[in-house]
Nanobody, 124 residues
Framework: QVQLIESGGGLVQVGGSLRLSCAAS????????MGWFRQAPGKEREFVGR???????????TYADSVKDRFTISRDNAKNTVYLQMNSLKPEDTAVYYC??????????????WGQGTQVTVSS
């Protein structure tokens, strides 16, 4: 049984930082494309960024324009955990953040597994 468990959310002031974790069980994250998504109240879920499976070389991370240069995705294969480091947080970053896993034999495959989400609130 696959489980993705996010943690690290909370309340932070504008300009602050948070690091979200996504601990996986039942799958090996290095073999999957791991994505981060978020959903703000009253809005659709949106893509934040992703990291490709270890088998792909070259540029393996991609970010939404809204978070580029502020957010960084990394992976600890030994801990089977993916991270989302969020810096210079803005009020518009407030959302529930989800991690997801997709088979990565090619781009565009659907994210089959999702976590339960963790709330991030940025206060001004």
């Amino acid at each position: 049984q696959v489980q993705l468990i996010e943690s690290g959310g909370g309340l932070v002031q504008v300009g602050g930082s948070l690091r979200l974790s996504c601990a996986a069980s039942g799958l090996t994250i290095s073999r999957y494309r791991m994505g981060w998504f978020r959903q703000a109240p009253g809005k659709e879920r949106e893509f934040v960024g992703r990291i490709r499976a270890l088998m792909w070389s070259g540029t393996t991370t991609t970010y939404a324009d809204s978070v580029k240069d502020r957010f960084t995705i990394s992976r600890d294969n030994a801990k089977n955990t993916v991270y989302l480091q969020m810096n210079s947080l803005k009020p518009e970053d407030t959302a529930v953040y989800y991690c997801a896993a997709a088979q990565d034999y090619k781009l565009g495959t659907p994210y089959d597994y999702w976590g339960q989400g963790t709330q991030v609130t940025v206060s001004s």
